[in-house]
């Protein structure tokens, strides 16, 4: 993968990650291994740890590394992870300014279906791609992926269905933190698989994104 830098914004003194999610996901996008290969090879990818070795992670983290997308000028953000907290207002404003400034959100649907209401945040903000899951066959939605309407807006009448894409997701191949190639479900990787296909429009039009950054 063409990792330009990773950064650790936890409190973990290692950036190691501990349990392949991240691995995974990046190299969903952008491995180079013959065996396992990404969909965009060629990106470049800005690895954030977010999340403790104990899974916890803070809205001030993330607020660290999304400044950190606004002052480098990163294109695309993968959030292969997501929360029922939708009244995180410092995050979601935080969202908002990024798509603002012509960032492209991608963000899991979440992977508490099949019932309706189960959006997680921020992939349930109609500024934010959030992306489920179809099932292994690719002929349904997957039954772990979540679904429903947005609450955003249901004091005007009605909320907005999401997910707004749905791809792959139910038994993906991809990196190991051996290298190896092992396989995993859920909304996350395809998330990945969407955000891989962002950067891959995006670098049809490279005119475009220098004028973005300008």
């Not at 065996?35 to 916890?56: N, Q």
Request: aromatic share 8%; hydrophobic share 40%; with cysteine.
């Amino acid at each position: 993968m063409k990792v330009k830098e990773v950064f650790n914004f936890s409190h973990d003194k290692s950036s190691r990650d501990a349990f392949g999610h991240g691995t995974f996901i990046a190299g969903v996008v952008g491995s180079t291994a013959s065996e396992c290969p990404g969909i965009a090879p060629d990106a470049e990818l800005y690895v954030f740890k977010l999340f403790t070795e104990d899974r916890v992670s803070y809205t001030s983290w993330f607020l660290d590394a999304f400044n950190f997308v606004l002052q480098y000028g990163i294109d695309i953000v993968n959030l292969s992870n997501g929360s029922s907290d939708f009244l995180d207002l410092p995050f979601i404003e935080k969202i908002n300014e990024l798509t603002a400034n012509g960032v492209i959100i991608v963000s899991a649907i979440g992977n508490e279906g099949p019932f309706q209401g189960t959006l997680n945040n921020p992939g349930d903000l109609a500024n934010v791609i959030g992306v489920g899951s179809l099932d292994t066959a690719l002929n349904n939605v997957a039954s772990f992926s979540s679904r429903g309407m947005t609450t955003w807006s249901l004091l005007e009448g009605v909320g907005t269905l999401k997910p707004d894409l749905i791809t792959a997701g139910s038994s993906i191949q991809g990196l190991g933190l051996q290298g190896e190639c092992v396989v995993t479900s859920g909304t996350s990787v395809s998330a990945s698989i969407i955000t891989a296909s962002v950067a891959l429009a995006l670098s049809a039009f490279p005119d475009e994104l220098t004028r973005k950054r300008v």
